[in-house]
Structure formats: structure tokens, C-alpha cells
């Protein structure tokens, strides 16, 4: 065991444990509770359990003032929250709690000579001007923006591509349908695991050269393999029996979809702009509440602001980090 993982387990801070996938009920129901918009693209269970096969850091929940509150520690002596803790408070309770937080993050990472770092990375800014609204926040922490932006998409939009606007993707979806009439769009199933590893090797041989601010690496796998206990949805294209894409998304307790994995050979054009429009359809048969779909940062990339802008976002949102200055130690 690394020095910085056995220290803290001997320690006992934040009296935390471990998050394992019996703990998805429990995060959900704190995430319901949650008085401000929890809609980070990264602040769901399923992202957050996923950390566990990551060689570079563990991740711990512990409950802090009737609050969920994750800590994620690296092998290197970083402590630090991947988002905001979950459950019912107003600014001022969940200030109080990050409060506390950083006061036993700060300690941490002095020793550990990870000073200067945030507290909380990242959060979006609905989360911010939450936040803001109580004194606490300008009294004890400072943001700094993030690169990109944060985009959630219409369902109703995206599945119909209804108007001019949509003109040009319209255009490039039935131009695969007619190249390519035999594609078949359907569920995942059991047996297409090791297509869908493969599928992946083409992709970051081919796409994944593009686009290298992209990173899933340590959660493509594990929320394949366990998309049925985590109820992560799961469609592929099939052409002549070859997956040639593949899309994977959730329905969260919030209310809203959370748009995960997207994957594909370039070597069909259309397909990726197919994936988009099939995944919003997936979603609107299965809960046809469901109004918007996070599809994450675009992480300041040019071709990833433009490929998501085509969709016509109806929410673009900063991100942030959030830095705790500890008054004790200024």
C-alpha cells in the first residue's frame, strides 16, 4: 500500500470508507436532496464508483453534518472533493461543511506539499452562484475558471433535428442511412464486451488522436462491465455483424440524463451525429420527463466546442475550481 493511502487509513480522517456499488442507493438519495443544482457532469455515482480502478488515487465517502461528502486521495498526497458534497442545505450549511472540509484538506496537503491546489474540482456555475449566495463563500474561498464549457442538450431538439438550424446534420445522418441502409441500432448485450473493448482500440488509434483532451481510461471499462448494476444505458451501431459505435448514458436521480461514453470508427462518416440523435431517442422512450442530456466539457478544444455546438446546447456553463483559504494559516 502506497504511504500516503496507509497513513490515511491509520488515520481515520473524515472517519471515511471506501466507495464500493452498494453505496449507489446512497448517493442517490442524497443527491435528490441536494437544494442546489446538481447537475455536474461529474457529480454522479457512476463517475464518481468508476474511480476506484484508477492506479493513481482512491476515492472515499464519509457523511459530514448530514452531508455525503467525497474525497478523492492520490498516490502522490493530494486530498481534495470531486464535487460538492450531496444533500438537503442552504449555501450557508453547505459552506460550512466545505469549510470543514478544507480546514482537514489543507492540513493534509501542507504535509504532503500540495499546497496552492483546489479544495473542490470542478463545479459548474449554477453550483457557483448557489454558493454565492451566502457571505461564507467571498469570506473563505476563491474560484478560477476552467477551460471549456460545460454543454447540456435538449432531448426533444436533438431527437427530432426539427428546423434550419439542424439543416447540415439532418443532411449528414441520411446520407449514412442511405451509404450505409444494412446499420442497425440496438441495445447493448453481454456478449458484445470484448467488440466493444476492440471498438475502442480503433477509436483511440484513429478519433482519440483528435481529440486527446479526452480521458476515460480508467471508467471506459468498469461502466461497460457493470452497466446493468449501474443501470447505464448502452446502445451500438452494428453493420454486418461489426459494432462500428457505441454510446452510453444514464437517467440520474435529478431528473435529467448524464451522456457518458461515445465511441466509433471514423471510417463511416455520420456515424458519430447517428449516435448523438439514437442515444436522446433511447432516453426519451425510457422516461419521456427527461428534458436535457449533460454531454460534458468540450475542455477548451476547438473541434469538441464546435462538434457539440452543431447540437445547439441549451445550456453552456462554466466550470471552476474552488479554493479554500484557510484564515488560521494566512
Known amino acids: 500500500m502506497d504511504k500516503w493511502f496507509q497513513k490515511f487509513t491509520t488515520l481515520n480522517l473524515f472517519k471515511a470508507s471506501e466507495i464500493t456499488l452498494n453505496d449507489k442507493e446512497l448517493y442517490e438519495k442524497y443527491i435528490k436532496l441536494c437544494d442546489y443544482p446538481a447537475n455536474l457532469w461529474s457529480g454522479n455515482f457512476s463517475y464518481l464508483w ?7 488515487l482512491k476515492i472515499y465517502k464519509t457523511i459530514i453534518d448530514d452531508m455525503l461528502v467525497t474525497i478523492i486521495l492520490t498516490k502522490n498526497g493530494r486530498l481534495f472533493l470531486p464535487c460538492l458534497p450531496f444533500g438537503k442545505g442552504s449555501a450557508s450549511d453547505l459552506l460550512k461543511v466545505l469549510i470543514k472540509c478544507g480546514n482537514i484538506c489543507d492540513k493534509w496537503n501542507q504535509e504532503s506539499k500540495y499546497t496552492h491546489k483546489a479544495l473542490v474540482n470542478p463545479l ?15 469570506k473563505f474561498f476563491t474560484k478560477e475558471k476552467l477551460s471549456g464549457l460545460e454543454r447540456h442538450y435538449s432531448i426533444t431538439k436533438v431527437k427530432d433535428l426539427k428546423g434550419k438550424e439542424f439543416s447540415k446534420l439532418r443532411a449528414k445522418i441520411n446520407k449514412f442511412h442511405r451509404t450505409y441502409p444494412n446499420a442497425i441500432t440496438r441495445d447493448y448485450k453481454l456478449e458484445d464486451y470484448k467488440k466493444i473493448i476492440n471498438l475502442n482500440k480503433i477509436w483511440v488509434t484513429s478519433s482519440g488522436q483528435k481529440y486527446q483532451k479526452i480521458f476515460d481510461g480508467f471508467y471506459f471499462e468498469p461502466l461497460i462491465k457493470y452497466q446493468a448494476l449501474l443501470d447505464h444505458k448502452i446502445i451500438i451501431i452494428e453493420l454486418n455483424k461489426k459494432i462500428i459505435g457505441m454510446n452510453t448514458a444514464e437517467i ?3 431528473g435529467a440524463s448524464w451522456g457518458c ?4 470508427d471514423k471510417a ?7 449516435l448523438t440523435v439514437e ?9 419521456p420527463n427527461v428534458t436535457t442530456i449533460n454531454v460534458g ?6 473541434g469538441l466546442a464546435f462538434n ?7 445550456y453552456n456553463f462554466e466550470r471552476f475550481a474552488l479554493f479554500y483559504q484557510n484564515k488560521k494559516r494566512l
Not at 459548474?124 to 467571498?138: A, E, G, I, M, Y
Open 268 to 274: 463511416y462518416p455520420g456515424i458519430s451525429e447517428v
Open 308 to 314: 457539440k455546438e452543431r447540437f445547439r446546447p441549451v
Open 124 to 138: 459548474n456555475q449554477p453550483q457557483v452562484d448557489f454558493l454565492s449566495q451566502n457571505n461564507l463563500f467571498t
Open 50 to 56: 468508476a474511480h476506484n480502478f484508477s492506479n493513481n
Open 261 to 264: 461514453i461515445t465511441k466509433f
Open 279 to 287: 442515444m436522446a431517442k433511447k432516453i426519451n422512450l425510457l422516461n
Open 252 to 254: 440520474l436521480p435529478t
Open 297 to 302: 466539457s468540450d475542455l477548451g478544444s476547438t
